[in-house]
């Protein structure tokens, strides 16, 4: 009989230490030119991010312009005194770098990733952009033509066609909170070069902006760089400009946009709340993720693994515009898709989970996996440069201490049981929430008034 051979197995790897972290602390300097500079060694990141944020809120837009922000962002690509649109891309491709650039409530922001090895090359075309952008006309008129393009498009997505009805319901019209953040047709159509030069000229310069670089910076003398290239761009000081409070409207309500023939509804149920200057910003945080921030939320719990209703549904805070003096504010909102028949019943359900939990909390088990969820996978969600200098442009936009993500995590990890239910019950009280609804109304119209949540509008989708 033959004796089996028997197998040597190498010994199981044992967890090491685990390692003590938080949210990397830059430091903080400033060049000749008043531009504000923040900085982050990040050992073995060897593409570089850079971010600048420019003064440039979409509430300075000039009347009738709405839009033009944006397109001025996008022409930052197209050509300097010293690149043709075309040289500047191809400049941008041969030093391996990446350019985009977007407008925004809070203001314009560029973003470059480039390799360490030729953040000298990058640094010098995001400095010549900002210094001496072409703005010609053949590319601010393709520019144009571009986002006359988009917006059908946009118009044609269900989840994008909610957002800007929900913004039109929540915030006067008056407010430039309430229009779409890129511009309408009508405004859009207006932008010329002479628009998009008059807003740079008035609203760009390195007094009032900010660049923030993370990377692995072993061997780069960067304060050389930064004088040679951001520091060569000038522009005059600038009085700190006055921005207005922001006001909104969450009376209880239902919108419809009538879409005939959808098997879906879009649904997007929001109203306003407070920016992170608040102290109940962690707890809301926390509850708010507990809610409807996984797959193992709250709603998604009932409305997808108990009903079927839809294939998931979220439940988020996104601020719009910070401030320290609280004037500032974020959306809270729960958004999602549901198929048309069970339209009535599934947001039924979704009232139950708010009132549940109004009435009976969250658990502690809830709060625990939400708070390792948040905290625990904080160190991956930061292990590119990009995270990082994009977290640190966010805390500059919204007028926030450096240190304020690594507290946050630590006040995240504090946060007790009670205090995120509180929380997220005052975020999303049952008779205070606007409701977007994108569907076919003949069909969903009777089954939601059903439900006494609001009185419901139809309006007729573009």
């Known amino acids: 009989m033959t004796e089996l051979a028997t197998m040597e197995f190498h010994p199981r790897p044992q967890a090491g230490e685990a390692k003590p972290w938080a949210f990397p602390a830059p430091e903080r300097g400033s060049l000749d030119n008043g531009l504000t500079v923040l900085r982050c060694h990040r050992p073995g990141q060897q593409v570089v991010a850079v971010e600048v944020i420019l003064d440039a809120p979409l509430d300075a837009e000039p009347e009738g312009l709405d839009g033009v922000a944006t397109i001025m962002a996008r022409a930052f690509s197209e050509g300097t005194d010293k690149h043709s649109a075309e040289e500047f891309a191809a400049e941008l491709e041969r030093s391996g770098a990446t350019l985009d650039a977007h407008a925004d409530h809070p203001g314009v ?78 405004t859009v159509e207006r932008i010329d070069s002479a628009a998009v030069r008059g807003f740079y000229e008035k609203h760009v310069r390195p007094a009032t902006a900010t660049a923030v670089v993370v990377g692995d910076l072993t061997g780069v003398d960067l304060d050389a760089l930064l004088a040679d290239t951001l520091g060569a761009w000038t522009g005059s000081q600038a009085q700190p400009r006055p921005v207005p409070p922001v006001v909104a409207d969450d009376t209880g309500r239902v919108v419809i946009v009538d879409r005939p023939g959808a098997v879906q509804t879009q649904l997007l149920i929001g109203r306003t709340g407070p920016d992170r200057h608040d102290r109940v910003w962690p707890a809301q945080v926390l509850g708010t993720y507990c809610l409807g921030g996984t797959l193992t939320s709250r709603l998604d719990r009932v409305l997808r693994e108990e009903k079927g209703y839809t294939y998931g549904v979220r439940a988020f805070g996104q601020v719009l515009r ?57 160190p991956l969600k930061y292990e590119t440069a990009a995270a990082v200098a994009s977290t640190l442009a966010d805390q500059v936009e919204q007028h926030l201490p450096d240190h304020y993500q690594a507290d946050l995590y630590r006040q995240l990890a504090a946060t007790g049981t009670v205090e995120a239910t509180a929380a997220v019950v005052n975020a999303f009280p049952v008779d205070r929430l606007v409701t977007v609804l994108v569907g076919d109304a003949a069909q969903i119209k009777a089954p939601v008034e059903a439900l006494g949540i609001g009185e419901v509008t139809v309006v007729t989708a573009e």
């Not at 090895?117 to 010549?128: E, F, T």
């Not at 407010?175 to 309408?184: D, E, K, V």
């Not at 028949?341 to 709060?367: H, K, M, Q, S």
């Open 109 to 186: 922001r560029l973003s470059l990733e480039v390799p360490a090895s030729r953040l000298a090359k990058g640094l010098g075309l995001v400095a010549d952009a900002l210094r001496a952008p072409a703005f010609a006309d053949s590319e601010i008129e393709r520019l144009v033509r571009n986002r006359l393009d988009e917006i059908p498009h946009e118009l044609a997505n269900p989840s994008r066609r909610a957002a800007k009805e929900l913004s039109k319901e929540l915030f006067p019209a008056s407010a430039r909170m309430s229009r779409p953040r890129q511009g309408t047709e009508e």
């Open 322 to 378: 910070s401030a320290p003096d609280g004037t500032g504010a974020s959306l809270l909102a729960i958004s999602g898709s549901v198929d048309t028949p069970n339209t009535g019943p599934a947001l039924d359900d979704l009232w139950t989970v708010l009132r549940t939990l109004a009435a009976e909390g969250l658990t502690d088990e809830e709060r625990d996996v939400a708070v390792q969820n948040l905290v625990g996978v904080a």
